[in-house]
């Protein structure tokens, strides 16, 4: 690759590390800057610089296959190894374009959201937050993928209860999400211990050539990923596991809520493919019960269940939350049809579904920055007061529900097919009839705000005003992408068509059907 | 039976007794005061399984500082927990027995405890026993694991404490002047009467596209916000909870 | 200023030797068990013990919670920042063998010693501000102790 040699050789070597170590830094950095401004300034630069290393690890592994970086100088099993391949790659590359964008926007939401003395450690948080999820996706260490859980739960847990100076209802929430986060968390990490008493490493690739070694090892192994896949399913929201989800986003700061929407899951969501396919595999009978039957079934009844929950939502923030514990099922569906084009549309609905719900939020936020209303029936006539807001709503909405020439459209046309492949002719049916529910309650919001007359405030119709240029740029971004992706999916479908083969080798594909 | 097992049965059984005390407590003086009792015997019970260095944090977080700031924090709440009704007790009890019963089915499977032929006492952890000899040249290798070959783990660990006392600070601050300042919109709330600045455009009927910075805004806002809750009774307990209807 | 006579004196003489213990724990960590964690949590022990007995605003007054909130992030730094003078001199992150190629090993003593205090600075600030923020906050049960 040309670019490629154009930088300098030792970003090429450190670049994976830095990209962790460096938000990691600035985080402790923010606890003693007393300057808003300066904070900002310097999370923005640094979020840039992660995108600017992530952007450079993808075009490596494009070039040069799957790269690996010794923490502390140690060999693998004894030391951390950092691995980024074709399936981490593109999340790291999705977390922090998604931090960046979301900053852009942060500026104007911060200040009116967060108390002013409290902004720098706010954006300390954020950086420990963003730090944490791709630390959890870069690392090939099964235990420092819990210490990077860790990271990224307690800064989050912080951010969301920061919603508090807006509604007090965010500290209940941060609460129900410390209590369930921490048993998920716990999950994991006896599933983990698990593990290594099995077979004695912590270094993921080392685990599963053992594994192979033992022929998928005893009850102790089967154990261990029963508890990581529960731990792991409260972290992504898998349907009964989802009750923290709706009040965090619900709650927290537009921001975070926007960040944590199109990130946070996404990286539990990976290390669950992490998990399930490349340290165990399809060659032992229980991970094949547990994804095709346990994941199948929880995964269908929450894109049903979740969308019926999300049309009866009065506030706005609540009806997405509900929608994307939704998608989740999607994402999941996809993954327990084990076939190379179920996972395929799965990752690619991974990151479709980051860009949609990230607009999505990012209008809602910018709503409430400009007149402080989140319920479904305060949208009365808001293509007229935000025009521009509500049109980049709409179009990020719509991808949603799937509509043709939208990237909701692509990845569920993908997902459909699959189904088909695999045989599971119902399951078309399910993704039709959760879509008619989301074509329900996005509607329902859109009619509210398009065919409904703006308050009246004394008797004078509320004017017009659009959010900040600022607000509307990263949204725009987003709507963009959204039918860019529906135009021309050629580029994603290519990078998880990637990450697919590294989760199913050749050899396996078949296995478990 | 050796003397070494019937202590550690003497501990575990001691540590049950103590867990159950803790469930069936009111008052949250005494659960606090157990748990640094759960932490002292865990302690206890972690030497007798050699593990000094986790016992000596066990015994120094956990019946230590930990049992301060549960009391501090005790301090600012009740003395006394709410019963929980039966209700809403099951559910909670039937994933604790399921995930029992999961922990117990692998127990069969599981190497004898001191096996020095298990994957975890063979591979990886005595390689380290050798390797600490050879590159580091320190007798304690639990501080050679933790602070060199995952001292990566290590600087992950301290961030996490980091991130929990950036937490405290922004949540309450250390000085305890925190949680008084509101957030509001930068323009003019529309909202149905629900929101804490609904009234705001009663002043000034139409919205002014250029609307002050929220920074300016907090007095002047309080003021009105007052005014309104005054008038209104508490607007932020009528939010309804947006639950499924 | 009667009150608690004897834990005044006996914590008077206790303190400075539990602060001293908090660092033959940190610093003979090489060579039995202890390390940063325990050496903090014990040094900021030593802390809570003279705020229990003397009153938060004489603990506040002896250390400041300006340095507090500065130890958190110096705790961080000075881990990161071994690994970032690692880097600078050419080897991975928190590679200690760096500082001393002809002697891999004493890199490795002067590494653990600097990530360690690290460990224990962050570990002991954090300790107290927690500390600080819950002892700050007005109590709801004026009438107990």
Not at chain 1, 19 to 36: D, K, N, Q, S, Y
Not at chain 1, 357 to 374: C, D, N, Q, S
Request: aromatic share 10%.
């Amino acid at each position: 690759m040309d670019i490629l040699s154009l930088l300098p050789p030792w970003l090429l070597t450190h670049g994976v590390a830095l990209l962790v170590v460096l938000p990691l830094l600035a985080g402790a950095a923010m606890a003693v800057i007393p300057r808003e401004r300066i904070a900002w300034t310097i999370t923005f630069m640094v979020m840039l610089i992660c995108m600017l290393c992530a952007l450079t690890l993808a075009l490596q592994v494009i070039d040069q296959g799957r790269l690996s970086y010794k923490m502390g100088g140690w060999e693998p099993p004894y030391g951390i190894e950092y691995v980024v391949d074709a399936l981490s790659a593109p999340v790291l590359l999705l977390i922090s374009a998604m931090a960046v964008i979301c900053l852009f926007y942060a500026s104007p939401s911060v200040k009116a959201e967060v108390e002013p003395k409290k902004r720098a450690a706010f954006y300390g948080a954020f950086l420990i937050c963003a730090a944490g999820l791709l630390g959890m996706v870069v690392t090939g260490d099964a235990f420092n993928v819990f210490v990077f859980l860790e990271v990224s739960s307690i800064s989050t847990y912080v951010l969301v209860a920061m919603g508090h100076s807006r509604d007090r209802r965010a500290l209940r929430a941060a609460y129900d999400y410390l209590i369930l986060g921490s048993i998920g968390a716990t999950f994991f990490v006896i599933g983990i211990g698990f593990l290594y008493m099995e077979t004695g490493t912590l270094n993921m690739a080392d685990m599963s050539n053992i594994l192979d070694g033992l022929d998928g090892g005893s009850r102790v192994a089967q154990v261990g990923f029963a508890f990581i896949v529960i731990g792991l399913g409260l972290k992504l929201a898998m349907f009964p596991l989802h009750m923290w989800l709706p009040g965090a986003y619900a709650h927290a700061p537009s921001f975070v809520t926007i960040f944590l929407a199109s990130t946070a899951t996404k990286a539990a969501l990976y290390l669950l493919l992490r998990f399930a396919f490349t340290i165990f595999d399809l060659s032992f009978d229980y991970v094949v019960t547990i994804l095709s039957q346990f994941v199948l079934v929880l995964a269908v009844v929450g894109m049903v269940f979740a969308s019926i929950q999300a049309i009866f939502q009065t506030d706005v923030r609540r009806v997405l939350a509900f929608s994307s514990i939704a998608q989740v099922g999607y994402i999941l569906l996809g993954l327990s049809f084990l076939t190379l084009s179920g996972l395929t549309a799965s990752y690619v609905h991974l990151i479709n579904h980051a860009f949609i719900k990230g607009g999505l939020f990012l209008a809602v936020g910018a709503m409430w920055y400009r007149f402080g209303i989140t319920r479904v029936a305060d949208f009365r006539g808001l293509s007229k007061t935000m025009p521009w807001t509500m049109s980049a709503f709409t179009i990020s909405g719509l991808s949603l529900i799937g509509v043709p020439l939208t990237a909701g459209f692509v990845s569920k046309l993908q997902l459909a097919t699959a189904a088909w492949e695999r045989g599971y002719g119902w399951a078309v049916g399910v993704i039709l009839f959760s879509s008619i529910l989301a074509l329900v309650y996005i509607g329902r919001i859109l009619r509210v705000a398009y065919f409904e007359t703006p308050p009246q405030i004394n008797g004078v119709e509320v004017l017009k005003n659009e959010a900040p240029l600022i607000m509307l740029i990263p949204m725009w971004i987003l709507a963009i992408l959204s039918i860019v992706i529906g135009i021309n999916a050629g580029w994603v479908v290519d990078a998880a068509g990637r990450a697919a083969e590294l989760l199913i080798p050749t050899q396996m594909i078949g296995r478990g059907l | 039976m050796s003397g070494h097992i019937i202590l550690d049965l003497g501990l575990i059984s001691m540590l049950l007794v103590i867990a159950f005390a803790i469930i069936r407590m009111r008052s949250l003086f005494a659960v606090v005061m157990l748990q640094g009792v759960y932490s002292l015997v865990c302690a206890a019970w972690f030497v007798s399984l050699d593990a000094v260095d986790v016992a000596f944090t066990e015994a120094a977080v956990g019946a230590g500082v930990s049992t301060v700031l549960m009391l501090a924090a005790m301090l600012l709440a009740d003395r006394q927990s709410d019963e929980v009704s039966l209700r809403r007790q099951i559910a909670p009890i039937i994933i604790v027995i399921a995930s029992g019963l999961m922990l117990f089915y692998a127990i069969g499977d599981m190497p004898i405890y001191g096996d020095a032929n298990s994957p975890a006492n063979s591979h990886v952890g005595a390689g380290y026993l050798d390797k600490t000899a050879k590159d580091i040249h320190i007798p304690n290798v639990v501080t050679a694991v933790l602070a060199s070959y995952r001292g990566f783990d290590t600087f992950g660990e301290t961030v996490v404490i980091f991130a929990a006392g950036l937490g405290v600070l922004l949540l309450l601050g250390l000085n305890g002047n925190a949680g008084k300042w509101q957030a509001c919109p930068n323009g003019v709330s529309i909202g149905l009467g629900q929101s804490p600045y609904a009234q705001l455009g009663e002043d000034q009927p139409k919205v002014s596209p250029k609307a002050e910075v929220a920074t300016n805004l907090p007095k002047e806002k309080k003021t009105i916000a007052k005014k309104t809750s005054q008038s209104k009774g508490r607007p932020r307990k009528a939010v309804p909870k947006g639950d499924v209807s | 200023m009667n009150e608690h006579g004897i834990l005044r004196v006996v914590s008077k003489l206790l303190i400075p030797f539990i602060a001293i213990f908090a660092f033959y724990v940190q610093f003979h960590g090489d060579y039995g068990p202890g390390g940063g964690f325990q050496a903090g949590v014990i040094l900021a022990a030593s802390v809570i013990l003279y705020a229990l007995i003397f009153g938060l605003e004489a603990a506040k007054s002896a250390v400041p919670p300006s340095w507090v909130r500065f130890g958190m992030a110096m705790g961080v730094f000075l881990y990161g920042g071994t690994g970032v003078a690692t880097w600078l001199l050419g080897g991975e992150f928190l590679n200690y063998s760096v500082f001393t190629p002809d002697h891999p090993s004493h890199g490795q003593h002067y590494g653990i010693l600097l990530v360690e205090l690290g460990v224990l600075l962050a570990v002991a600030s954090v300790m107290l501000a927690i500390f600080y923020a819950f002892g700050s906050r007005p109590v709801n049960h004026p009438g107990e102790d």
